[in-house]
């Protein structure tokens, strides 16, 4: 089977330097907000114009947003080795898409394993369609059933993260894994250096700090991914 030679994990830490905050640093989202309050179904279910109007203020945080150094890097990265490269966020920005296509990047190489603001979801009938920029609230309703459940298209704690069989065959074949500004604190993706590992890849953190999932690594480097990772690729 051919598939991509190198998987590159990214978190939040890739877009910090872009503005956007972190979960688990000081001062990160989940410092401020309780993530059972507004990051779960069962939150959605129980307050959904809270739930909304938290994702509505990301949403336009993110939408100004600029990507940097790091995002460029990537993308040049995939440009100079189309299918070669894949790139998994947990990141539900498009700082990626948006270097990705200054650099000439193929869209198919990156992969949004929380899901991305971009789409809109029906809690109905599972429809997705592009959320545009008019914030989504409790009035908003689904072009395809009509239902008045709409949300943002993330991916909750609960939820099944997303195209998680290509991501395993991608781990189970590549020659390199890549983490780059992620904690290592949420599953399934904390756990793709091992999955990488036992498939005889070499493995490399890029991050700020040693992350939760260090010791897997057989190399880390540490340094704002606005330098690291442009070092790493040049
Ligand atoms: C920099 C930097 C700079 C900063 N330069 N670096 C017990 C054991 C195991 C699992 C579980 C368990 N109990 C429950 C679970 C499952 C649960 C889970 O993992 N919970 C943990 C808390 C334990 N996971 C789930 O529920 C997932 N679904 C699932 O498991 O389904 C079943 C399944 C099983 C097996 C296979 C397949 C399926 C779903 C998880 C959904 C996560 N959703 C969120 C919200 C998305 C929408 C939104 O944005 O609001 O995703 S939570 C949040 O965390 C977001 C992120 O993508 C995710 C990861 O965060 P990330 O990116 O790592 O950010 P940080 O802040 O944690 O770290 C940033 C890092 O950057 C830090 O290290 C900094 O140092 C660094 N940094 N500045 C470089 N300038």
Redesign the pocket.
Known sequence: MTGPEIVIL?????S??SGLG????LG???TKVR?ED??TPEAFARDPDMVLD??NA?RANARAAEANA?HHALARLQAARPGEVLIVT???DDLHERAGALAGADPADLIH???EFAKALCAGCDHRWPSGDAPMTTASTCPACGAARVR?D????????YR?EEIYAALGQCALFVS????????????FVAEARAAGADTLE????P?EGASYFRESRH????E?VPAWVE
């Open positions: 990214t978190g939040a830490g890739v910090a330097e972190t979960f688990r640093d990160g989202l989940w993530l507004v990051a938290f994702y990301r790091a947990q990141n539900v394993i929380h899901g943002p993330v991916v909750w704690f609960g939820e099944m993260p998680m780059i500004g992620t904690s290592g604190a949420v599953y399934p993706a904390a756990g890029l991050n700020l700090e992350s340094g704002k991914a606005t690291i």
